[in-house]
C-alpha cells in the first residue's frame, strides 16, 4: 500500500511561483512513474507532469517550459516547481503513482492510466 500526501498550494499573483510536494510512503514493489494531475472546477482530470524511475520527464503540452518535475529518492518525495504562473494553472493539484507505466515514452498525458495510488490534493489558486 502507498501512501501519498500534498504539501506547498496556496494562492499566487500571475506570474509568480509555486512549489509543490508530494511525500510518498509505502513500498514501491514495481517500476512507477510518479506524477502531477490536476482539475480545475468543472473540468476534467488532466496530467500536468511526470517522471520515470530513470528520471525521463514529460510535461503537458499547456505547462512546458513553465513547470519542472523531480523527485528525491533519499526522501521519497516528488516536487512539482510551477513558475511563470497564470489564472488558468488555477486547480486542485493532485500526486500520483502509475506502476508500470513508461509515462515519458506516452504520446500523450492522457494515455497516464492506469493510476494506482491518488494523493489527497492541494488546491493552488492563481489571480
Known amino acids: 500500500h502507498v501512501q501519498l500526501v500534498e504539501s506547498g498550494g496556496g494562492s499566487a499573483l500571475a506570474g509568480g511561483s509555486v512549489r509543490l510536494s508530494c511525500a510518498a510512503s509505502g513500498y514501491f514493489h514495481r517500476s512507477a512513474c510518479m506524477a502531477w494531475f490536476r482539475q480545475a472546477p468543472g473540468k476534467r482530470r488532466e496530467g500536468v507532469a511526470a517522471?520515470?524511475?530513470?528520471?525521463?520527464?514529460m510535461y503537458g503540452d499547456s505547462v512546458r517550459g513553465r513547470f519542472t518535475i523531480s523527485k528525491d529518492n533519499t526522501k521519497n518525495t516528488l516536487f512539482l516547481q510551477m513558475n511563470s504562473l497564470k489564472p488558468e494553472d488555477t486547480a486542485m493539484y493532485y500526486c500520483a503513482v502509475l506502476f508500470d507505466v513508461f509515462c515519458s515514452g506516452a504520446s500523450t498525458v492522457d494515455d497516464w492510466a492506469p493510476v494506482d495510488y491518488w494523493g489527497q490534493g492541494t488546491q493552488v489558486t492563481v489571480s
Open positions: 517522471v520515470d524511475d530513470d528520471d525521463s520527464t
